[in-house]
């Protein structure tokens, strides 16, 4: 089956008239469905320009043996994307047999994208070109997102961001925001007030964002949009299902089977801050996740040691005073990580377990250590044991998936392959 094949499958579905009546009809993916000549050719220019994302520059014979597309198609595509500037010709290559190569590479100023990271510590933006490198980056902690300050801070960025780019603004394609659903929950446990939690449930922030800017506007819960940038520019590339655990100030996570993110019937798979720690019982109700493997815990650990809190998430953590409160968190953490690995993996059946976190690379290196010897406590019977691996993104997860959302939106061949919810 060639690529082209697929495009049924790719394209979206349309509504139904709100108007007319529902009718007894079979379930929507059992109806054919056509694809026209542009649809088509439009799928087989992203075949093309996945094909290169995913191995580099490629000479046209190379591009046609991986997409099963012939050399005549190939040739039309490459001249059409080179035109449009999102394809440039490298040098010839040669000293082969037959004629020299040319290999084509994707521009990185072909298109660009902005993420946009609101969590509980801080907010981030990052510029990210055709190629997924990060051109422009800016951050703004906080102790929590007052929304009425933070939001003009939003446009004030973006916008000089965007100002930034000179001429190539025009190719600026789309804006990634990566949030939590629910930004003010567990205000009690973080010492807020409810007025301060009201405030973002009152917040549309996908309209709020999209009312700043011409491009249109992604969004995706903060720790699945950092699941998407591990699936498409990390672990994702060789391992095609995992779940994704990521470390921050609440704990949280995602989902991908089979090389795509699973969502979820609400768009929230992979919501482990919430997974119980023990069996529920009339001694009250059982501790969650997050309250052993996010890093605000640490923080309080810290402070009550008159210890700087921020220090959770660099490499003074390991050192010094903190050295001894981070073990004793990390031991914590990891027991309530293992037998959140050992239930995924009993309903899942995953490949591995991808953990990552706004921490320092050493200290996500000892969290794995120890949770992999926690793994060792319990009785595998029946299951087939998950590897523990860990992430290859960092701090900037959550806004380079969001970031990565509009690119993918507008370039690559699977439409369903992230997340796409309303606010």
């Not at 990060?134 to 446009?155: C, G, H, K, N, T």
């Amino acid at each position: 089956m060639t690529p082209a094949e697929t495009l049924p499958n790719a394209l979206p579905h349309t509504p139904a008239d709100p108007g007319t009546a529902p009718k007894e009809a079979a379930p929507a993916v059992l109806r054919p469905r056509g694809s026209n000549h542009v649809g088509m050719r439009q799928f087989n220019e992203r075949v093309v320009l996945q094909a290169i994302r995913l191995n580099g520059s490629l000479p046209k014979a190379d591009l046609a043996r991986l997409t099963g597309l012939t050399a005549q198609t190939i040739g039309l595509i490459t001249t059409r994307l080179e035109d449009d500037g999102l394809l440039i010709r490298q040098d010839r290559v040669r000293g082969r047999i037959g004629q020299p190569s040319v290999p084509m590479a994707l521009n990185p100023d072909g298109a660009f994208s902005l993420g946009i990271k609101i969590g509980r510590r801080s907010a981030d933006w990052l510029l990210v070109d055709f190629t997924g490198a990060v051109r422009v980056r800016e951050s703004l902690p906080y102790d929590f997102p007052d929304a009425a300050a933070l939001i003009p801070q939003v446009q004030l960025r973006m916008r000089a961001i965007q100002d930034g780019m000179g001429a190539l603004a025009q190719r600026l394609v789309g804006v990634g925001v990566a949030a939590p659903f629910n930004l003010g929950g567990w205000h009690k446990m973080l010492g807020l007030p409810q007025s301060v939690s009201d405030q973002w449930n009152q917040v549309d922030l996908l309209a709020q964002v999209q009312a700043m800017t011409d491009v249109p506007v992604s969004f995706a819960k903060d720790t699945q949009a950092a699941c998407v940038a591990e699936l498409v520019a990390g672990r994702g590339r060789d391992v095609k299902s995992f779940l994704y655990l990521f470390v921050d100030t609440f704990v949280g996570g995602g989902l991908v089977l089979n090389s795509h993110l699973h969502a979820g019937i609400h768009g929230n798979a992979g919501a482990v801050a919430s997974l119980p720690l023990q069996v529920a019982s009339g001694a009250g109700v059982p501790e969650q996740l997050l309250a052993h493997a996010s890093l605000w815990e640490l923080e309080q650990h810290f402070k009550g040691a008159g210890l700087e809190p921020t220090a959770a998430y660099d490499d003074r953590a390991l050192g010094g005073a903190y050295a001894a409160l981070t073990g004793a968190w990390i031991a914590s953490a990891a027991q309530g990580l293992a037998q959140c690995v050992v239930s995924g993996t009993a309903f899942l059946d995953l490949d591995a377990v991808v953990i990552d976190g706004s921490f320092s690379r050493t200290m996500l290196l000892r969290l794995i250590d120890e949770t992999t010897r926690a793994l060792n406590n319990y009785n595998w019977e029946g299951m087939w044991p998950a590897t523990v691996i860990a992430g290859s993104i960092g701090s900037d997860a959550r806004a380079l998936g969001g970031a990565l959302l509009p690119l993918h939106e507008n370039f690559a061949p699977d439409r369903d392959l992230f997340l796409k919810v309303t606010a």
